[in-house]
């Protein structure tokens, strides 16, 4: 067999291997979506079978049930918050410890990124007395505020390692024309940023959007608060499970993610390349 041949050859097993796995994963799904559409009867008696009798009505009713729209702002309201804080603060942090670094910056970055190596469980109790004590908690802006300590870490360890591919010459250029340091930032620095950023924006929505245990802890105490994430748990009962109206609150849950994610998915791997030069 030719070198060809066997570079060939691996490609196909290779495809071949990435289809199966992404069957295995887009299997689950499949089945949340047939299931949403089944009477609850159907769903007990076989979960894996295609509708005999199709339901849509389970959209409508678990669209009034859970005040969908209510819902929906209360989730993009903290995403949006979560978001933006995540954004600005990484970024002013990542440009400040790149162009300034010296043993204090380095321990800064250190300390910024460590967070990431922390598993949430081990701080959820403390963080939630923390919270209280600052009125953070049982409401969304609360919310989307405590989303910038869990996701900043991630994003500055982008933001940095992305710093070294723009030359510091755009800073002294800026000095010279009267900009400071903020200005330069923003006017100059902060466009270039515009691949990373979309990476950082996509995944931390696919994350805050479908994030479930820090709503539960932070907002899970009033309806007029609660995310989507949270309502479709509400068809999920101790004694009796409306499985065909779980379904579907679920799927209406993740659809606009999901929707994001489609939609900007080509930004991730050019950011995250981008973001993996080192300077």
């Given at each position: 067999m030719t070198l060809k041949q066997k570079q060939k050859s691996f490609a196909v097993?290779?495809?071949?291997?990435?289809?199966?796995?992404?069957?295995?994963?887009?299997?689950?799904?499949?089945?949340?979506?047939?299931?949403?559409?089944?009477?609850?009867?159907?769903?007990?008696?076989?979960?894996?079978?295609?509708?005999?009798?199709?339901?849509p009505e389970n959209y409508g009713f678990v669209i009034a049930k859970m005040s969908y729209a209510k819902l929906f702002f209360n989730t993009a309201f903290i995403t949006i918050i979560g978001i933006g804080g995540i954004v600005f603060l990484s970024t002013t942090a990542a440009y400040i410890l790149h162009r300034r670094k010296n043993r204090f910056t380095a321990f800064a970055r250190l300390f910024i990124i460590l967070p990431m190596l922390i598993p949430f469980q081990t701080i959820m109790i403390t963080l939630l007395k923390t919270m209280n004590v600052l009125h953070l908690s049982g409401n969304r802006a609360g919310l989307g505020i405590q989303y910038w300590g869990f996701g900043i870490p991630m994003a500055v360890f982008i933001y940095y390692n992305f710093m070294g591919t723009i030359p510091r010459e755009l800073d002294e250029s800026s000095y010279i024309d009267g900009a400071g340091t903020f200005r330069t930032f923003l006017w100059i620095i902060f466009p270039l940023l515009k691949s990373v950023t979309a990476t950082v924006v996509v995944l931390d929505v696919m994350w805050i959007w479908n994030d479930f245990l820090l709503p539960l802890l932070m907002v899970n105490r009033s309806n007029e608060t609660k995310t989507l994430v949270l309502a479709a748990y509400t068809f999920v009962g101790q004694f009796n499970t409306e499985w065909h109206y779980a379904m579907t609150a679920m799927v209406l849950t993740v659809l606009p993610s999901v929707i994001f994610f489609i939609a900007f998915q080509k930004n991730i791997i050019s950011g995250v390349i981008a973001g993996a030069v080192k300077g």
């Open positions: 097993f290779i495809n071949a291997l990435v289809t199966i796995a992404a069957l295995v994963y887009i299997y689950p799904v499949f089945l949340m979506v047939i299931n949403s559409l089944k009477p609850f009867g159907e769903v007990v008696s076989n979960a894996i079978s295609l509708p005999k009798v199709w339901a």
